[in-house]
């Protein structure tokens, strides 16, 4: 699995990890930029942004608790806008807390 993702400042931040590997957690966050995160597994997955967007995409929520939090921008879960909350599904083993204070918050599932 390789990941690779460009700021608007030109920043590229790449992770990489065997494909089918399931990481312990993952902590990626930012003051004044997007953060976005794609296709990756972990049993905890923290992703926040203080003045920008924060994105997950194409993750495993079938097992997932989610904790999602704005302040001063729109939540959406699969496309339909949500308050900030917890949501769990099915046994709710997976964490995956995304924030956002003056940015959109968006989850999306494979």
């Known amino acids: 699995m390789s990941q690779k993702q460009t700021s608007s400042d030109g920043i590229t931040i790449t992770v990489m990890a065997p494909t089918g590997i399931e990481l312990a957690s993952i902590d990626a966050s930012s003051q004044m ?9 972990s049993a905890r997955t923290s992703v ?7 994105d997950v995409n194409d993750i ?3 097992n997932a608790t989610l904790e999602l939090s704005v302040e001063m921008g729109e939540a959406a879960l699969g496309g339909d806008e949500v308050q900030s909350g917890t949501v769990a599904r099915g046994t709710g083993e997976k964490v995956i807390e995304a924030s956002a ?8 599932a494979l």
């Open 33 to 41: 930029n997007d953060v976005n995160l794609q296709g990756v597994s």
């Open 60 to 62: 495993d929520l079938s």
């Open 101 to 108: 204070e003056m940015g959109d918050v968006t989850v999306t």
């Open 48 to 54: 926040s942004s203080q003045m920008d967007d924060v």
